[in-house]
């Protein structure tokens, strides 16, 4: 495994807010890498940071050249007056491939994401599972190295959130990308997640409490002992 980027006693304030607080950690290239921790304590911060959009205040971060990054939100972040086709191919016009190129790669990401059935349908007819799939097809559709996503699921009902977070899986294997994902949820964290990154918003320790490794086989099963067993040591490491 090679390492792509590197924290190294990176530092963030908002005014006397320190929001990071000496992050120290490497990204391996095609890991699968979850941070966790409460409401507030730096993820989407921390997001922002590695892809560029937030300076550090103190502190370094090496990144390997050239790396492509995209982000998938929250809230879709849709265009709702762009058809689901439209919304998908909205980076390439922008970097202006010509239009059969565009025609042919948006197609296989339609297809990739069962979504060739809406390709015509804007955001508001589509359902929550539906609109995310478009979230990730608008992201996958530049080919990033890394991808990047700040709790992708948390929008979506519980049944949607569990065929998507399948869906990522898939993905992640047949592309073989770097995956950097937010979440709330230490189940989701460790059913999907090679690393945990777990993150605390105490102001009197470093951000990062534990950095775990998950060595459960995969596929995994996310009711079986071993897995609790897991979820159980982290909880204990957030408390
Ligand atoms: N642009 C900003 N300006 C000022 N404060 C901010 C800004 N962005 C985030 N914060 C503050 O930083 C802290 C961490 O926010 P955030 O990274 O969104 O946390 P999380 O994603 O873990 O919920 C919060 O206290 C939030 O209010
Ligand atoms: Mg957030």
Redesign the pocket.
């Known amino acids: 495994m090679s390492i792509i980027v590197t924290l190294e006693k990176a530092n963030k304030y ?2 006397d ?1 320190s ?1 990071l607080r000496d992050v120290n950690f490497d990204i391996e290239k095609g890991e699968f890498l979850s941070l966790v ?12 940071v590695l892809l560029g959009f937030e300076k550090l205040d103190h502190g370094k971060m090496t990144i390997e050249p050239n790396l492509k990054k995209t982000l998938v939100f929250q809230n879709f972040a849709l265009f709702p007056w762009l058809t689901v086709f439209e919304n998908i191919s909205f980076g390439l016009k922008m970097q202006g491939m010509p239009k059969v190129d565009i025609d042919r790669k948006v197609t296989d990401i339609l297809h990739e994401l069962d979504l060739h059935g809406a390709q015509n349908l804007h955001p508001k007819e589509l359902s929550g599972g539906m609109k995310q799939r478009v979230g990730l097809g608008r992201a996958l559709v530049m080919d990033p190295d890394i991808l990047f996503l ?1 709790e992708p699921f948390s929008a979506v009902d519980a049944f949607t959130a569990r065929d998507l977070r399948q869906k990522l899986l898939e993905i992640w294997e047949k592309r073989k990308i770097t995956v950097v994902m ?1 979440t709330h949820l230490i189940e989701e964290a460790i059913e999907l997640s090679d690393r945990v990154i777990v ?1 605390s ?1 105490d102001k009197n320790q470093d951000s990062i409490v534990e950095i775990y490794t998950n060595k459960l086989a995969r596929p995994r099963d996310n009711r079986s002992k071993e897995f609790f067993n897991e979820v159980d040591f982290l909880e204990t490491k957030i408390k």
Do not use: A, I
């Open positions: 908002f005014d807010n929001v921790g409460p409401s507030g304590c730096g993820k989407s911060t921390l997001l922002r700040d937010v993150m918003s």
